[in-house]
């Protein structure tokens, strides 16, 4: 007997948990699966781990650049310790009551569809649960780490994410492969907690390529000057393992071999849709699910299939996921109710030009909207305007030597901001101010009576400005 739910949801990460309760407010009846963890990877392998090792190795730095303060030697333990409790000692009892209190009722198994509307979930221990959707399945099964087809790489065992975040201890001598955010902030982190031979391999001329391209060059500066040895252009040829749990040898087309106790793959990650029924709904292919900007899947049969999260591949970011889960969840509940469902809330634009994401390495580097080389290539008539970071008044106060820079990316036409990126410490928290710039297309003649406070690194949108012209 098959039991029948206005919505199910499966796959139980931020974006699944969202488009939950997003749909449980709207009055709707949901059944939320999940085969592994309520909280999906972010809440125990990813955003809130990575970010628990890499905070003390951080403040210690900070600690550093002020004269007259010293910073102890980080308890490696006392950190792990820490980060154990911030990942509830991967335990989802807290989660799964938030599930059910939304209401929703949680479903522990493996979704699979079998048809439109129809998702048949294996419980742990082999028993068979067939839920039926009334109006919508939403899938939100994240992603997986890739590892490259490199000669002996899968047979060496690597570290994926998931062993970084989850270390028990932390290897002597760790090499780590990629230098997009993950293999910089866990580079960063693991060498500071102890992994003192450290070294990182980028592909290409500096790490953070999707960034400009001052963000990966100040980022790796900071890593060199800290004691990671980064090796740029590395293109990896042969790995490994002299024994399981020996040493490995990571070979490379140019200059000479990295040994290390351990290494961290960290080359990107793919759509979690295998062996999700998605023939059964006449979808082919194992790329990310192609979807509309109101989150339905393309193509499915049925019509009632919607995907948010990793799993479309759009933004591969928490609070990227949620914002789309909570258009999705709105979306459907106003086509359950028959009500509209195109006003301007129920459409996720911003994944397209505005999403916003921070590296949170020393120093922080963080970006929304549109690089120059993007903009550009979209066609936009483009002004780019930089400032160095260290020649703001309220920069110097928080660091001796600070070093940083910020972009503002400007449509010409429409005198808008079009992107924006800061690299420094604590640059952070200035992003929102730009991601509200960037989405509500403010124009540079309005952001000029947005006068930021003084002595605040927040002043240099006044340089900004200044060099612009204004
Ligand atoms: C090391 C690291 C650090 C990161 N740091 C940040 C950060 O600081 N900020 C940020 O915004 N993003 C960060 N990210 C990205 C972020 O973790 C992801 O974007 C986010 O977790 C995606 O959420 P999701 O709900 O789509 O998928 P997930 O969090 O992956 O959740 C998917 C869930 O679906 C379940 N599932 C999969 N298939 C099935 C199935 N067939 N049946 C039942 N359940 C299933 C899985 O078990 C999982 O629990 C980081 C990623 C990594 C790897």
Not at 45 to 67: D, H, N, Q, Y
Not at 297 to 306: C, E, Q, T
Not at 374 to 381: I, N
């Given at each position: 007997?098959?039991?029948?739910?206005?919505?199910?949801v499966v796959g139980?990460?931020?974006?699944?948990?969202?488009?939950?309760a997003?749909?449980a407010?709207?009055?709707?009846?949901?059944?939320?699966?999940?085969e592994g963890?309520?909280?999906g990877?972010?809440s125990?392998?990813?955003c809130i781990?990575?970010?628990a090792?890499l905070?003390?190795v951080?403040?210690?730095?900070?600690?550093?650049r002020?004269?007259?303060?010293?910073?102890?030697?980080?308890?490696?333990?006392?950190?792990?310790?820490?980060?154990?409790?911030?990942?509830a000692?991967?335990?989802?009892?807290g989660q799964?009551?938030w599930?059910e209190?939304?209401?929703?009722?949680?479903?522990?198994?493996?979704?699979?569809?079998?048809?439109?509307?129809l998702?048949?979930?294996?419980?742990p221990?082999?028993?068979?649960l067939?839920?039926?959707?009334?109006?919508a399945?939403?899938l939100?099964?994240?992603?997986?780490p890739?590892i490259?087809?490199v000669?002996?790489l899968a047979?060496?065992?690597?570290?994926?994410?998931r062993e970084a975040?989850e270390?028990r201890a932390?290897?002597?001598?760790?090499?780590?492969?990629?230098?997009?955010?993950?293999?910089?902030?866990?580079?960063?982190?693991?060498?500071?907690?102890?992994?003192g031979?450290?070294?990182?391999?980028v592909?290409?001329?500096?790490?953070?390529g999707?960034?400009?391209p001052?963000?990966g060059e100040?980022?790796?500066?900071s890593?060199?000057?800290g004691g990671?040895?980064?090796r740029?252009?590395?293109r990896?040829?042969r790995?490994?393992r002299?024994a399981p749990?020996?040493a490995?040898?990571?070979h490379l087309?140019?200059?000479?071999?990295?040994?290390?106790?351990?290494l961290?793959?960290?080359?990107?990650?793919?759509?979690?849709?295998?062996?999700?029924g998605?023939?059964?709904?006449?979808?082919?292919?194992?790329?990310?699910?192609?979807?509309?900007?109101?989150?339905r899947?393309?193509g499915a049969?049925?019509?009632?299939l919607?995907?948010?999260?990793?799993v479309?591949?759009?933004?591969l970011?928490?609070?990227?996921?949620?914002?789309?889960?909570?258009?999705?969840?709105?979306?459907?509940?106003?086509?359950?109710?028959?009500?509209?469902?195109d006003?301007?809330?129920?459409?996720?634009?911003?994944?397209?030009?505005?999403a916003?994401?921070?590296?949170?390495?020393?120093p922080?580097?963080?970006?929304?909207g549109?690089?120059e080389?993007?903009?550009?290539?979209?066609?936009?008539?483009v002004r780019a305007?930089?400032?160095?970071?260290?020649?703001?008044?309220?920069?110097?106060?928080?660091?001796?030597g600070?070093?940083?820079r910020?972009?503002f990316?400007?449509?010409?036409?429409?005198?808008?901001?079009?992107g924006a990126?800061?690299?420094?410490?604590?640059?952070?928290?200035l992003?929102?101010?730009?991601?509200?710039?960037?989405?509500?297309?403010?124009t540079?003649?309005?952001?000029?009576?947005a006068?930021p406070?003084f002595p605040?690194?927040?002043?240099?949108?006044l340089?900004?400005l200044?060099e612009?012209?204004l």
């Amino acid at each position: 007997m098959s039991e029948e739910f206005d919505v199910v949801v499966v796959g139980a990460g931020p974006a699944g948990e969202n488009v939950a309760a997003r749909v449980a407010r709207g009055g709707l009846s949901v059944a939320v699966v999940e085969e592994g963890l309520a909280g999906g990877e972010c809440s125990y392998w990813a955003c809130i781990p990575s970010k628990a090792l890499l905070r003390p190795v951080e403040l210690t730095a900070e600690v550093g650049r002020v004269p007259g303060l010293t910073a102890g030697p980080v308890d490696t333990a006392a950190v792990l310790a820490r980060r154990d409790e911030l990942v509830a000692h991967l335990d989802d009892t807290g989660q799964v009551k938030w599930i059910e209190d939304l209401p929703a009722r949680f479903v522990r198994g493996r979704g699979r569809l079998r048809g439109s509307g129809l998702v048949e979930v294996t419980a742990p221990g082999g028993a068979v649960l067939p839920l039926r959707a009334r109006h919508a399945v939403v899938l939100a099964t994240g992603s997986r780490p890739v590892i490259p087809p490199v000669p002996g790489l899968a047979e060496a065992a690597p570290w994926t994410s998931r062993e970084a975040t989850e270390a028990r201890a932390v290897p002597g001598r760790l090499a780590v492969l990629g230098g997009g955010v993950v293999g910089c902030e866990m580079a960063q982190a693991l060498h500071g907690l102890g992994a003192g031979e450290t070294t990182l391999l980028v592909r290409g001329a500096s790490p953070l390529g999707r960034m400009e391209p001052f963000a990966g060059e100040l980022v790796a500066a900071s890593l060199a000057a800290g004691g990671v040895t980064v090796r740029t252009g590395a293109r990896v040829t042969r790995v490994e393992r002299s024994a399981p749990g020996g040493a490995v040898t990571v070979h490379l087309a140019e200059g000479r071999p990295v040994e290390a106790d351990e290494l961290l793959v960290a080359t990107g990650r793919r759509a979690a849709t295998a062996d999700l029924g998605l023939d059964t709904v006449g979808l082919s292919g194992t790329g990310p699910l192609e979807v509309d900007d109101g989150m339905r899947v393309l193509g499915a049969g049925g019509g009632r299939l919607y995907a948010v999260g990793d799993v479309n591949g759009r933004n591969l970011l928490t609070h990227m996921g949620k914002y789309q889960a909570r258009v999705c969840g709105d979306v459907i509940v106003a086509r359950a109710r028959g009500g509209r469902d195109d006003l301007p809330a129920m459409r996720a634009a911003a994944d397209g030009y505005g999403a916003p994401q921070v590296v949170f390495t020393d120093p922080q580097a963080c970006a929304v909207g549109r690089t120059e080389e993007a903009a550009r290539a979209a066609g936009f008539e483009v002004r780019a305007v930089e400032y160095d970071l260290g020649a703001v008044a309220g920069a110097s106060l928080l660091a001796e030597g600070y070093r940083g820079r910020a972009k503002f990316v400007v449509d010409e036409r429409r005198r808008v901001l079009l992107g924006a990126t800061f690299v420094g410490q604590g640059v952070a928290e200035l992003l929102h101010a730009a991601t509200v710039a960037v989405t509500a297309e403010v124009t540079l003649e309005r952001l000029w009576h947005a006068v930021p406070s003084f002595p605040t690194v927040g002043e240099v949108w006044l340089r900004l400005l200044e060099e612009y012209g204004l």
